[in-house]
Each structure stands twice: as C-alpha cells, then as structure tokens.
C-alpha cells in the first residue's frame, strides 16, 4: 500500500523559510518522479516543483530560485526548502507521486506566511 506522509508545515513570518517533508512507503522510492503541489484557498492546485529518479528538478516560476526540491533514496523522503517566504506562498502543500495510471497523494500540509 503507497503512503505518502507530510510533515513540516507551519505558520512563518515573510522572509522566513521552512523545510517540508514528504516519507513514503509502499514504494520501491528511488524508480519515481516526486512531485510537490500546493492548494491556496479558492485557487486550483498547482504543481510547485519535481524531482526526477535521477535526481533532474524543475519549478513553477512563483518559486525559482527560492524553493529546493530533494531526494533522499535511503530515507525514502523528498523535501521542499522553502526560503524568502512570501503571503502568496501560502497554501496547502502536498507531495504527489505516479506508478503507471495512478496518482498517490499526501494528505497535505498547511503553510501560512504571516506577520
């Protein structure tokens, strides 16, 4: 059974940073592409940014240069640091994950960027 857990949410002022973490299971991890996506209130999902089994990464424009996608293989976890925090980065964070035709998804993780 694939389980994708989130972790590392939090309330965080702007300029601030937090790192995210998504543990999976169920999964040999290392073969897929991991995915981070984020939901703000009243907005549509949007992919955040990817990380490919080989370790290639690529960023929605909102965040480049500020967010770092990884992978650990041997902890079987991929991480989101997220640096110079802004309000529009504030949202529901979920990790994301696809074998074949099915999705598997984390139950997500709050953010919110607030003085």
């Known amino acids: 059974q694939v389980q994708l857990v989130e972790s590392g949410g939090g309330l965080v002022q702007p300029g601030g940073s937090l790192r995210l973490s998504c543990a999976a299971s169920?999964?040999?991890?290392?073969?897929?592409?991991m995915r981070w996506h984020r939901q703000a209130p009243g907005k549509q999902r949007e992919l955040v940014a990817s990380?490919?089994?080989?370790?290639?990464?690529n960023y929605a424009s909102s965040v480049q240069g500020r967010f770092t996608i990884s992978r650990d293989n041997v902890k079987n976890t991929v991480y989101l640091q997220m640096n110079k925090l802004k309000p529009e980065d504030t949202a529901v964070y979920y990790c994301?994950?696809?074998?074949?035709?099915?999705?598997?998804w984390g139950q997500g993780t709050q953010v919110t960027v607030s003085s």
């Open positions: 994301n994950t696809q074998i074949g035709s099915t999705g598997y």
């Open positions: 990380i490919t089994s080989g370790g290639t990464t």
């Open positions: 169920g999964i040999t991890f290392s073969r897929y592409f």
